[in-house]
């Protein structure tokens, strides 16, 4: 209980956590937990953005950050599902947020690239069944 409590509230990472984090002054092993929590809590990536653009005067981009540790970066799975919006609301927001708001050009040059696979594939997919309709219509004529 008390363990799923811990994971299931990320929102307890105190503030100045983040801020370290932003800052890239926390030891490494928090920093791994945060990186592993921004992964599926939506709620603390946009608690970071939000503590990001309060001190947007700062020396670095969230995008930079973002990219700098490829932590939002998506597989290509999840890109694939996000193109067939077959992923659950939440990781579709944060595919959204880390394509549209950060603008990772690593994952947008993935997306594009499944976009034009898809693309094939859908026409092999349609030129797959023309021939087996074709054959097997053949086939039955045969008979
Ligand atoms: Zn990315």
Redesign the pocket.
């Known amino acids: 209980m008390q363990y799923g409590m811990l994971v299931k509230m990320p929102n307890s990472f105190p503030q100045t956590d983040l801020e370290a984090y932003l800052d890239e002054t926390l030891p490494p092993e928090e920093i791994a937990a945060i990186e592993r929590l921004l992964r599926e809590d939506r709620r603390l990536v946009q608690q970071l953005a939000s503590i990001h653009a309060r001190r947007n005067a700062g020396v670095h981009s969230v995008s930079e950050i973002?990219?700098a540790h490829?932590l939002?970066?998506?597989s290509r799975e999840q890109l694939g599902s996000f193109l067939l919006q077959a992923l659950p609301d939440e990781m579709a927001d944060y595919v959204a947020f880390?394509l549209k708001v950060?603008g990772?050009r690593?994952?947008l040059a993935n997306l594009a690239d499944l976009k034009a696979q898809q693309h094939e594939d859908r026409h092999s997919t349609q030129s797959r069944r023309r021939k087996y309709f074709q054959s097997s219509a053949g086939y039955l004529r045969r008979r």
């Open positions: 973002w990219r490829r939002s970066c998506l880390h950060v990772c690593f994952c």
